[in-house]
Nanobody, 125 residues
Framework: VQLQASGGGHVQPGDSLTLSCTASGFILKGLAVGWFRRAPGKEHESAACVNGGDRIVYYADSAKGRFFISRDNAKNTVYLSMYDLKPEDTAVYYC???????????????????WGQGTLVTVSS
């Protein structure tokens, strides 16, 4: 059972990047999935999450209008498409299964959640 985030890199402000969260050994369809990030010197924060039924989607205020979470069930992958990236988006991005997703926030599900290895996104000129 493994969860792997990929797609990070070094981009310039204003660029776009799509991160992938791929599961092996279990199926993401029907599971809540969240993208969290940890910027240098800061705590983890949620960026974008979707509940298991895809009816509740949460975006952090800093991500609204620029980040979009989506699924490809055939590929067992959840994506985070990021546009108009800013230096403050620089962070290690992680995907998590079974976060607690509400319209007002997305939270670590504790023992119910699995974290994947992160992928580094660096936004600088």
């Amino acid at each position: 059972v493994q969860l792997q985030a990929s797609g990070g890199g070094h981009v310039q402000p204003g660029d776009s990047l799509t991160l992938s969260c791929t599961a092996s050994g279990f199926i993401l369809k029907g599971l809540a999935v969240g993208w969290f990030r940890r910027a240098p010197g800061k705590e983890h924060e949620s960026a974008a999450c979707v509940n298991g039924g895809d009816r509740i989607v949460y975006y952090a205020d800093s991500a609204k209008g620029r980040f979009f979470i989506s699924r490809d069930n055939a590929k067992n992958t959840v994506y985070l498409s990021m546009y108009d990236l800013k230096p403050e988006d620089t962070a290690v991005y992680y995907c998590m299964t079974d976060p607690v997703v509400r319209g007002y926030g997305c939270f670590d599900g504790g023992e119910d959640s699995d974290w994947g290895q992160g992928t580094l996104v660096t936004v600088s000129s």
